[in-house]
Nanobody, 122 residues
Framework: EVQLVESGGGLVQAGGSLRLSCAASGFTFDDYAIGWFRQAPGKEREGVSCIGLRDGSTYYEDSVEGRFTISSDNAKNTVFLQMNSLKPEDTAVYYC???????????????WGQGNQVTVSS
């Protein structure tokens, strides 16, 4: 059974940092991609960043480029999202998801974590 368990969210002031973790199990970690998505109240879910676990390729949406860093520890089947210089507009529920292709499109992802709230106060 595929499981994705997120942790690390919380409340932070604007300009602060948080690190999200996504611990994965139930599939061959290196064969897939992990994406981070977020959904703010009243808005559609949007992509944030993704990583190809075999070669470490990364992608960032323009809204987080230069502020967020995605990385993986393949030995621990865990992906991280380091979020720096956070802004109030980053407030959302953040989800990690496992997909078979390296693409920032939620339809390509089959399994999702439970979501983790990130709140950035101004």
């Amino acid at each position: 059974e595929v499981q994705l368990v997120e942790s690390g969210g919380g409340l932070v002031q604007a300009g602060g940092s948080l690190r999200l973790s996504c611990a994965a199990s139930g599939f061959t970690f290196d064969d897939y991609a992990i994406g981070w998505f977020r959904q703010a109240p009243g808005k559609e879910r949007e992509g944030v960043s993704c990583i190809g676990l075999r070669d470490g390729s990364t992608y960032y949406e323009d809204s987080v480029e230069g502020r967020f860093t995605i990385s993986s520890d393949n030995a621990k089947n865990t992906v991280f999202l380091q979020m720096n210089s956070l802004k109030p507009e980053d407030t959302a529920v953040y989800y990690c998801a496992e997909g078979t292709v390296f693409i920032m499109n939620d339809s390509a992802y089959d399994y999702w974590g439970q979501g983790n709230q990130v709140t950035v106060s101004s």
